[in-house]
RNA sequence: UGGGGCGUCGCCAAGUUGGUAAGGCAUGGGAUUUUGGCUCCCAUAUUCGUAGGUUCGAAUCCUGCCGCCCCAGCCA
């Protein structure tokens, strides 16, 4: 399938335009996304994502693997193969057939470090960690040849394989690849192939005692499955070298490695370090807690797929390092949901509303758009009564100028209703609060529409007191309150950063009787408040909605530049 | 100070052989509006980290300088 992209070629795309255009690889693009299964995909695995299986998309005949990088079995969990097998299929994208892992070539590798010993490329070095960090120098100082770098083969074949039957203790030795300790690339500085780890694997059980490191299981991985373009982010730069060398040694197809700047993005962090501690601390309420930048959080959240497809088509793919705004996922979010989510109306912090010269006990439906970017979605009826909720916020007793919405005396329209006028406002005599509003309607006004031609400056959303169903809201903030957090300031710590505002919970909500059979995952635009998804938390009668994003609220605007 | 990268509008980012700076987000203004939403118009880099040089002409070529990121895990 060939899916074509307005945007110009990034300069990914354009390599491997050109490597068709030279038949470099016989018309063949594979490739892959290679997560570690040691925490759960964020937003920068979503960028990778959508570029390594959309180029796949893009092409004909294109593949893109999912290669799980399991060479270390002490960081990874079954949970996380799980995860992200959902994330990436929720996201949209398919392995089919090509679910694969570097577990799986755990005895190939082993093959060709024999291969690597026997031709004197590879020794088993007894050095301790720290004297291998001592040897090894330091960027402006070449390293020492290790007193082990010259074993004969012999003895090396010998040890590897006792390192293999489990005969030495984790830490004691590992195999080393024989390159040139004065090298001013310090990953060219005979770098550790395969360490003791006497710790089962997900996949492998007891079957080995040594593992792969990363280094040395990462190209020969992309090698076997005939990668044609390996895609990774700039720190991987620098390692090429090792790459490309243990490929010459071994003798085996060569992949082309070409490197991006991985994501980072405003008021958040992008780091499976720093996404753990929060989790691990308890900071958050899990991987898919709404705040976390996971691909679980956003979904949780509310965010669709195509959202975030449609940001990461936006953010471009380039080598700069660079911190896209969140606002941009944001408004891709709001782009997407605004055609595609029925409006309804809900009432985060009612104030009640009495309809003065409304008959009591009477009650009649209104017709309601349900949406209108969409005709297809139809109406539906919404109950009105004598007594109304009304967000607190769109009522001021002593208007600034600028605020039109209700007020003492002023008129406005009820969203699909009549025109209420401010007669009362009651309040509680001991603490002053505002507890209800009177007010009267005009019964010519059915609907919203004034047979005179009177105009109304503001038009407010609403629910029937008795009509209405209670329900839960969380409100999500930014997880942090700087733009960058991942840049800590002298003294302090990453989480002091916190956002202490970054959830706001609401018990007290009205929202309309349409949202009665509304079931987890249903996303809807509360109107003039923002879009909201159901969450699983709720219970029938009790529902609880997560707010993904809001509106964009001019008012709100006015006031904060007034400040 | 060794090596590897990168520097185009507040934030991303196009700019393929040098020909006279796309687009998106954000921001400001206006129109429209039964969501202060959406939509629609308009505005916003005489300038491409910086200083020189080559050229009729440079963001694109050359040289120097400055700044930022990555590398000293038996992590990935």
């Known amino acids: 399938m060939t899916n074509e ?14 490597d068709l255009k030279s038949n470099k690889y016989q018309g063949r693009v594979v490739t892959r996304f290679p997560p570690e299964p040691n925490g759960y995909l964020h937003i920068g695995h979503a960028k990778s994502i959508c570029l390594n299986f959309g180029v796949a998309k893009e092409n004909q005949g294109g593949v893109c693997h ?14 996380f193969f799980e995860s992200i097998k959902e994330d990436v299929h929720w996201l949209g994208f398919d392995w089919g057939k090509n679910l694969f892992h570097a577990s799986d070539y755990f005895e190939q590798l082993y093959q060709w470090a024999i291969q690597l010993i026997n031709s004197g490329k590879a020794y088993v070095c007894d050095l301790s960690a720290d004297q291998m960090r001592e040897y090894r120098g330091t960027p402006t100082q070449p390293g020492r040849n290790s007193p082990y770098r010259d074993r004969s083969v012999e003895e090396n074949l010998d040890l590897f394989q006792r390192m293999r039957a489990g ?15 004065a090298a001013p690339n310090i990953n060219l ?4 192939m395969y360490r003791i780890l006497k ?13 792969p490191t990363y280094d040395w299981a990462h190209g020969q991985s992309d090698s076997i499955e005939k990668i044609t373009q390996s895609i990774c982010t700039l720190e991987f730069e620098i390692h090429r070298p090792l790459y490309d060398w243990f490929i010459e040694q071994i003798g085996i197809y060569h992949p082309r490695q070409i490197e991006f700047a991985r994501l980072n993005l405003t008021y958040t962090v992008l780091s499976k370090r720093m996404l753990k501690q929060l989790v691990e601390s308890k900071l958050v309420s899990g991987w898919d807690d709404p705040r976390m930048p996971t691909i679980s959080g956003l979904r949780k959240r509310g965010y669709t797929p195509e959202a975030i497809r449609d940001f990461c088509d936006r953010i ?22 605004n055609k595609r989510a029925n409006r309804v109306m809900a009432v985060l912090r009612p104030l009640k509303v009495v309809i003065e010269n409304y008959p009591e006990g009477q009650a009649e439906d209104l017709e309601a758009v349900n949406n209108p970017e969409d005709p297809a979605s139809g109406t539906r009826k919404v109950s009105f009564s004598r007594v109304i909720y009304i967000e607190r916020e769109d009522f001021m007793e002593n208007p600034p100028k600028g605020f039109f919405r209700l007020a003492p005396g002023r008129e406005v329209r009820l969203r699909y209703g009549y025109y209420i006028t401010c007669k009362d406002v009651v309040k509680d005599p001991k603490t002053g609060e505002i507890t209800e509003l009177h007010c009267v309607y005009d019964p010519e006004t059915r609907g919203g529409g004034s047979p005179d031609g009177r105009k109304v400056k503001a038009t407010l959303h609403w629910v029937s007191a008795e009509h209405s169903l209670p329900a839960e809201v969380r409100l999500y903030g930014h997880l942090f309150t700087k733009p960058n957090p991942d840049e800590i300031e002298e003294g302090k710590d990453w989480k002091d950063s916190l956002n202490p505002e970054s959830l706001e919970t609401l018990t007290g909500c009205r929202v309309e009787p349409s949202l ?35 509106l964009r609220d001019e008012w709100s605007r006015i006031q ?3 400040k």
């Open 560 to 562: 904060k530049s007034r």
């Open 199 to 211: 710790v089962a694997h997900q996949r492998t059980g007891d079957q080995w005692r040594i593992y």
């Open 516 to 550: 009665k059979n509304a079931q987890p995952g249903d996303r809807f635009q509360f109107e003039r408040l923002g879009y909201f998804c159901v969450d699983k938390d709720s219970k029938a009668g009790a529902p609880v909605f997560n707010r993904a994003v809001s």
């Open 5 to 18: 992209r307005k945007a110009p070629l990034d300069f990914i795309r354009t390599i491997i335009a050109e």
């Open 167 to 181: 005969e030495f203790e984790e830490g004691s030795r590992v195999l080393r690849a024989k390159i040139d300790m």
């Open 189 to 192: 500085r005979d770098p550790a």
């Open 66 to 79: 999912l290669r799980f990088d399991d060479t270390n079995p002490i960081k990874e969990e079954e949970e």
């Open 316 to 337: 471009g793919v380039a080598k700069a390092d660079s911190r896209v705004d969140i606002a941009l996922l944001e408004h891709c979010l709001r782009e997407d949901l």
